[in-house]
């Protein structure tokens, strides 16, 4: 059931994408696949046309067991700190998903009081609110969602969601200073 459900997913998600996303399949394992976030502001999208394309990604060249998918947020809001980054996710379906959820975490480097260090990612729907109901394009979405609103009553790094509370300029610097380090 999960093979097939996984499928159904990815190929929906290649045929009707969620507003600002776009994703493809690459590769051949279906529980591992890797996502990419491109959170470029629609207004500066036009030189990086193919990251943000809404077709299917084609095979890389270089054979892995992996299967990729490929996803871009169009962040409308250029003032993000993520303005411009491009963070690579890895998830982890289950055997018996969907009534289990993915695990997904960055690979990418983010400041953010919501994602360690090692990239886990605090989001109530990939923990106890998870519902078979629930699909990728949502966790997707989801994630789209945290990186421009983070939840600092519900952090993963409790030091970040109080720099976020107490002093937004500086959250917001570091936030723009590791997506140029790590993720551009």
Known sequence: MALKR????LTDLGRDPPSSCSAGPVGEDLFTP????DAL????AHGRGEALSRTPVQPHLHSTNNHKN???DQTS?????????????AIHFPTDYPFKPPKVNFTTRIYHPNINSNGSICLDILRDQWSPALTISKVLLSIC???????PDDPLV???AHVYKTDRPRYEATAREWTRKYAI
């Open 6 to 9: 996984i499928n159904k997913e």
């Open 70 to 72: 490929k996803v871009a």
């Open 158 to 160: 409790p030091e970040i």
């Open 41 to 44: 502001p629609a207004a500066v």
């Open 145 to 151: 969602s945290m990186l421009t609103d983070p939840n």
């Open 77 to 89: 809001q250029s003032d993000s700190p993520y303005s411009g980054g491009v963070f690579f996710l």
């Open 34 to 37: 890797t996502v990419l976030l």
